[in-house]
Nanobody, 126 residues
Framework: QVQLVESGGGSVQPGGSLSLSCAAS????????MGWFRQTPGKEREFVAA????????RYADSVKGRFTISRDNAKNIVSLQMNSLKPDDTAVYYC???????????????????WGQGTQVTVSS
């Protein structure tokens, strides 16, 4: 099992940048593929990005490709999401999630994640 704590959320103007971090507990961090999801009121939680255990594979939602970058530092048990060129549609609560084995495109589905952080608010507005 793993505990996840997100940080780095806040308010930013369109076109700005923000970096989110997810700190994981335990010594089994490298067993988990990791992902970022986001959710706004009235909408289902949607996939943002995922990264495999050794950073060999990554996936991004079409809406964030070229703007967001997911990375991980297994020595520090941290997963990050660098968000550039932010748009108002990026406004959401962002959640860090821990899955199991890397399943390629199936990591876009939230059912493949067993553990979730508490979420951090990102607001993009002028």
């Amino acid at each position: 099992q793993v505990q996840l704590v997100e940080s780095g959320g806040g308010s930013v103007q369109p076109g700005g940048s923000l970096s989110l971090s997810c700190a994981a507990s335990g010594r089994t961090f490298t067993d988990y593929a990791m992902g970022w999801f986001r959710q706004t009121p009235g909408k289902e939680r949607e996939f943002v990005a995922a990264i495999s255990q050794r950073s060999t594979n990554r996936r991004y939602a079409d809406s964030v490709k070229g703007r967001f970058t997911i990375s991980r530092d297994n020595a520090k048990n941290i997963v990050s999401l660098q968000m550039n060129s932010l748009k108002p549609d990026d406004t959401a609560v962002y959640y860090c999630a821990a899955g199991g084995a890397w399943l390629g495109d199936h990591m876009k589905s939230l059912v493949n994640y067993a553990y979730w952080g508490q979420g951090t608010q990102v607001t993009v507005s002028s």
